[in-house]
Nanobody, 119 residues
Framework: QVQLVESGGGSVQAGASLRLSCAAS????????AGWFRQAPGKEREFVSA????????FYADSVKGRFTISRDFAKNTVYLQMNSLRPEDTAVYYC????????????WGQGTQVTVSS
């Protein structure tokens, strides 16, 4: 069982930056791919970014490519999402997940952290 806790959300102006963190309860997290997803009000949850456990390969949605950077610190059992040049359309609840990116199957989810970007 892997428990995930996100932090770092907040309310910012457009153009600002935030760094989200996802802390895992166990070192077993290091053997999972990690992903960030988001859900805006009235919309379905969407993929934002992922990082694989084996090679630390990274993947991004087109909407965040060039602005967001995913990384992980194995020693701290933590995955980060650095978000730069934030836009109002980035407003959503952001969720961290652990699982298999290739299988598009994430078994463990955090509770989410709110990001609000105002224009």
């Amino acid at each position: 069982q892997v428990q995930l806790v996100e932090s770092g959300g907040g309310s910012v102006q457009a153009g600002a930056s935030l760094r989200l963190s996802c802390a895992a309860s166990t070192r077993a997290f290091s053997r999972y791919d990690a992903g960030w997803f988001r859900q805006a009000p009235g919309k379905e949850r969407e993929f934002v970014s992922a990082i694989t456990w084996s090679t630390s390969s990274t993947f991004y949605a087109d909407s965040v490519k060039g602005r967001f950077t995913i990384s992980r610190d194995f020693a701290k059992n933590t995955v980060y999402l650095q978000m730069n040049s934030l836009r109002p359309e980035d407003t959503a609840v952001y969720y961290c997940a652990a699982g298999s990116r290739a299988a598009a199957s994430y078994d463990y989810w955090g509770q989410g952290t709110q990001v609000t970007v105002s224009s």
